[in-house]
């Protein structure tokens, strides 16, 4: 670290909703992150292969299959980033989620809907100091 001085922390977003996506991402830029976002598993794949990220924020549901595509892409980010923060957001109230989330890694499980702020302090205690 030169002159005190840090690089911006860099996390990927994956949701299937492009509102949630885009507002996520407007917002953590704003708090200082360098964000990446992605709509589909596929996309989220493509970031984990090329990017080291400092957290991974995924949804648990990533299409209108109702499937849990996010477990993979925790499974992927953990097997890539293995120091990454992982956050699980989920509209599900199962408990079957928080026990798959706890074995694959995730570091939060976060249930919908959450005021952004709130997402960003979870971040900031899993990641630690200031982006």
Do not use: F, H, K
């Given at each position: 670290?030169?002159?005190?001085?840090?690089?911006?922390?860099?996390?990927?977003?994956?949701?299937?909703?492009?509102?949630?996506?885009?507002?996520m991402k407007q917002y953590l830029e704003?708090?200082?992150?360098?964000i990446d976002c992605a709509a589909r598993i596929a996309e989220a794949m493509a970031f984990l292969a090329e990017f080291r990220y400092d957290a991974?924020?995924?949804?648990?549901?990533?299409?209108?299959?109702?499937?849990?595509?996010?477990?993979?892409?925790?499974?992927?980010?953990?097997?890539?980033?293995?120091?990454?923060?992982?956050?699980?957001i989920t509209g599900h109230d199962s408990e079957w989620v928080p026990l798959a989330a706890r074995r694959l890694g995730v570091d939060a499980v976060v249930h919908k809907p959450?005021?952004?702020?709130?997402?960003?302090e979870i971040i900031q205690s899993l990641i630690g100091g200031s982006a």
């Open positions: 670290m030169l002159c005190g001085l840090r690089m911006p922390l860099r996390l990927l977003v994956v949701d299937d909703e492009e509102g949630v996506r885009e507002g704003r708090c200082g992150y360098v991974v924020i995924t949804d648990l549901q990533l299409s209108v299959d109702q499937g849990a595509e996010g477990l993979a892409v925790v499974a992927e980010a953990r097997r890539r980033c293995s120091t990454a923060r992982i956050v699980l959450r005021p952004l702020p709130e997402i960003e």
